[in-house]
């Protein structure tokens, strides 16, 4: 009797411990994967900051290249006579001057026009001024809390 009342509680010790080991075990990966996953998080998450810086340092590069070919347009001009090169360089300059006395103009005399007409006038000269203005004028500085 002794006999079998020691072999099922060793039995019974036997399992005991595995079932303890394997809940014990059980929880120990859960925290693991938690760990892993949160690891995970902290890497897209760094990916997506890297992502955006050099899309921020594409955006300004691009930038850059497409003002250095607008300077460069009105530089070169090729193997023309010395007349036709000025009459290219005084192109944008003298536009600005023909928009800015336009919107001038307009200021004073738009209401002799028809209202529909008379404001679609106005705004695309407008914005045909302002877009000359800004880009001889235009801050060209780089934006804050960009780098």
Known sequence: MEFLISLLSGGATGILGTLIGRIVGFYE????????????????????????????????????????????????????????????RLIRPALTIVLVLAVIMLWFTAEQYDADIRTQVVVAIIYLATSAVTWW???????????
């Open 29 to 88: 990966n859960k925290q693991k994967f938690q760990q892993e996953l949160k690891l995970l998080e902290l890497q897209a998450k760094i990916g997506a900051e890297e992502s955006e810086r050099e899309l921020a340092v594409a955006q300004a590069k691009a930038a850059a290249d497409l003002r250095i070919a607008s300077y460069q347009h009105d530089t070169e001009t090729g193997m023309g006579s010395q007349w036709v090169t000025n009459t290219l």
């Open 137 to 147: 004028f235009g801050d060209r500085a780089p934006m804050p809390g960009k780098r």
